[in-house]
T-cell receptor
């Protein structure tokens, strides 16, 4: 079964600071990788995904993530955060061939204006 | 187009009771998955249905069950409720396999409180 680790559950930073959230997964086979975001009071939304090809993927709202296969990692980055990026961010892994997502515990990010 | 709709949004039950939650997927989506979200365990997969058949199941006791109807709407049921069942239950829909469609679309969830 897949497992996903996200560290630094609570992150507090000021506007314009850079953000990097780590995600490591455990699974020996081919995977699809996702970052989902949950803004306060809203449903989970897809931020970006990696299926194959260029390991550096760009998502919505200026976010990007890099897949490093040798490190089983899929870290999320944003060069300059805004107050509106305050949200909980979830990394998720899907083994190819099914629709089951294994989620990390999430990173609660608070951006101070 | 309308998103994933879950009802009821909030409900309170007492231990020992049972509860049924409903999910209407995005029109045309045939796969419906259910997840439990708690502060301690995070998001955990319950089960997935596709064309009325359970295609995948997570590690939850038999008290948790689900079904899908011919119109792709899905229900999940929890019997003999325990305090630990208090959670946000999320439904997600997809056209088919993630490898082909690329995304699960989530509803806003049903928040269950067990007293």
């Amino acid at each position: 079964a897949q497992s996903v680790s996200q560290h630094n559950h609570h992150v507090i930073l000021s506007e314009a600071a850079s953000l990097e959230l780590g995600c490591n997964y455990s699974y020996g086979g081919t995977v699809n990788l996702f970052w989902y975001v949950q803004y306060p009071g809203q449903h989970l939304q897809l931020l970006l995904k990696y299926f194959s090809g260029d390991p550096l993927v760009k998502g919505i709202k200026g976010f990007e993530a890099e897949f490093i296969k040798s490190k089983f990692s899929f870290n999320l980055r944003k060069p300059s955060v805004q107050w509106s990026d305050t949200a909980e961010y979830f990394c998720a892994v899907n083994a190819k061939g099914n629709n089951r997502l294994a989620f990390g515990k999430g990173n609660q990010v608070v951006v101070i204006p | 187009k309308a998103g994933v709709t879950q009802t009821p949004r909030y409900l309170i039950k007492t231990r020992g009771q049972q509860v049924t939650l409903s999910c209407s997927p995005i029109s045309g989506h045939r796969s419906v998955s259910w997840y439990q979200q708690t502060p301690g365990q995070g998001l955990q997969f319950l089960f997935e249905y596709f064309s009325e058949t359970q295609r995948n199941k997570g590690n939850f006791p038999g008290r948790f069950s689900g079904r899908q109807f011919s119109n792709s709407r899905s229900e999940m049921n929890v019997s003999t409720l325990e305090l630990g069942d208090s959670a946000l239950y999320l439904c997600a829909s997809s056209l088919g396999f993630l490898a082909d469609t690329g995304e699960l679309f989530f509803g806003e969830g049903s928040r269950l409180t067990v007293l």
